[in-house]
């Protein structure tokens, strides 16, 4: 029996959904039900995928979907079916891994044609309505496809199996596994380095991404094997783009990339899991340089992030819109008349720390920015600068504000409690943690018999979890461990571990999928290796079992750990630039860090070391003097003794010498185990 000859998304959980629900065209969601649709009446399937903060998706939709001429062809030919990326990163990665093979750039929005069994045979990405920037006109695409179906079915059909293989070999297959070594991250880590813009930062050439998995391995680098380049290389690149106009001056935040080499021009859309990365960076920075830039920016983008990012119950909403009153950026840029009628006075004092630039063909409003020099004297003279932003952010709140995706999504949650709960522990900021702690609570409370949801939006959940929903709550509880001590996030994450192994984990316990076992609507079930803007879910598995293994003294989960990561290389050999997650989180399998410390539960002396020298390679255990109970075990089951305050410092299996001078200590965890 088909769906009803109507738009049926008004009920979906997904804004980006919502978006969507009065188009002229017959869109279904994803689901079992549509699919069969497809099949019964023998048509392709158009399948459109996007994102709520997408620009090119909002135009593709104003131009062609809200078109009822466009529609009506649409819906004579197809079945079209829309998907939220975010929603269903597994029905994305699959297509996208498809348009990549047939010798296609990707990018949103994705535009694919289907057989009526699922599988690709033609696609894109944006298509305007009317013939231009080199592209066909959309409905001439959709007739064309059309023409070609029905007098090509079957070779097309054929075609469609040939690549589907080709996509299923590539993003679920068990290549082998490889030999763990320190060479791996060695390799990368100079590949990447020789890509950096030396003067700009960033990777050369333009656009732009902050690109964290890649900024990642270089810290590793430097902290591991002393490479200063590398460690210099981060540095700069965030030096660069926090001056430059992708950071939001005014209200704090990092926009999704800029367009240009000089991170000038912001696609304006902002997104949780960057400034996540954003916040984790900036801490490692800071630690290793006091350069006060670092926690400047890292307050001020928690303060955006509970200013305005926050929903009900705690938790944070995924995306901001890049989009205002119908036009990109409108909501950020200023012309200077706007910044002196708002500052008055102050205005002059104010374009002595920033500037306002538009570069050439640029069609909005000037943008904000600093030079080097203005961003060294605003650190040093931040007292004066501040009020005047704050005043420029009243000023903002008056305009129409960017659309706001409000669906919670459990991964890039587990992403951004960590990074508040660690930014909290070293700039001494319990309100931060406070707040880490109410998200992961009002993630926790939204499960089912133990399952966690993907995503949610208020009374709306979409079941079931992904692996990496379980693997960045698991970093997510072990970072609030760290920084509270309450053994109930320990529990916690033990939990997540087993559903994870329940729902995911493959038939030869050699790794996970990223699509649980009983979900009966893919096509594939992928393994989840890929970096996107953020690590894999592979890569997170593969952390998130190491943590936990050097929390509790488990070894049966580094033994899982490293057999995840073997294999997990082993499907990353020919392709390290895509998998950086894979190469970083098996760097800390092959050399994993922890640190236990009995100090005083007042005033005490080893603690602030530790918290102000975070180590993305290590798990810190405080144990209060005197307890009994609870006490971590070190390699060998050793118990630390709590009479006085000490700190045991392990790489694997090999502990240091009790450390119980501050001093010492310091120095110890700035010199980590570079070797």
Known sequence: MTLPPQNLLAEEASPYLQQHSDNPVHWRGWSPAALAEAKELGRPILLSIGYAACHWCHVMAHESFDNAAVAAVMNRLFVNIKVDREERPDIDQIYMAALHAMGEQGGWPLTMFLTPEGKPFWGGTYFPREARYGRPGFIQVLEAVDKAWREKEHSLAESADALTTHVESRLAGAQGRAILGRGALTDLA??????????????????????????????????????????????????????????????????????DAEWLVPHFEKMLYDNAQLIRLCNWAFAATGN???RIRIEETVAWLLREMRVEGGAFAASLDADSDGEEGLFYTWSRKEVEAALGDDAPTFFRYLDLAAPHGWEGKPIIRQNEAQQSSGVADHDQLAPLKAELLAAREKRVRPGRDGKALTDWNGLMIAALAEAGR?????????????????????????????????????????????????????????????????????????????WHLDGGKTGYYLTASDSGDVPIRIRGDVDEAIPSATSQIVEALVRLSSLTGDVSLFEKAWTTAEHAMGRAAQQAYGQAGIVNACAMALEPLKLVIIDRSESPMLVPLANRNPDPRRVDIVVPIGTDTNRPLLPGGVLPPTDEPGAWFCTGQVCLPVVRDAGELEELLRRGSSS
């Open 190 to 259: 100079g590949r990447i380095d020789g890509m950096i813009d030396r003067d700009l930062g960033g990777l050369r050439g333009a656009p732009k991404f902050p690109n964290a998995p890649f900024m990642h391995t270089l810290w590793l680098s430097w902290l591991r094997d002393g490479q200063a380049a590398h460690g210099d290389a981060v540095l700069v690149s965030l030096e660069k783009m926090l001056a430059g106009g992708i950071y939001d001056h005014v209200g704090g935040g990092l926009s999704r990339y800029s367009t």
């Open 426 to 502: 070293s700039l001494e900021r319990p309100d931060w943690i406070d707040a880490a702690a109410e998200a992961f609570a009002h993630i926790v409370d939204a499960s089912q018999d133990n399952r966690l949801s993907h995503s949610m939006l208020g009374a709306k959940k979409l079941f079931p979890a992904l692996s990496s929903d379980y693997a960045a709550m698991t970093n997510a509880a072990i970072a609030l461990f760290e920084a509270t001590g309450d053994s109930s996030y320990s529990k916690h994450a033990r939990l997540f571990i087993d559903q994870l192994d329940l």
């Open 292 to 294: 006060s830039l670092f």
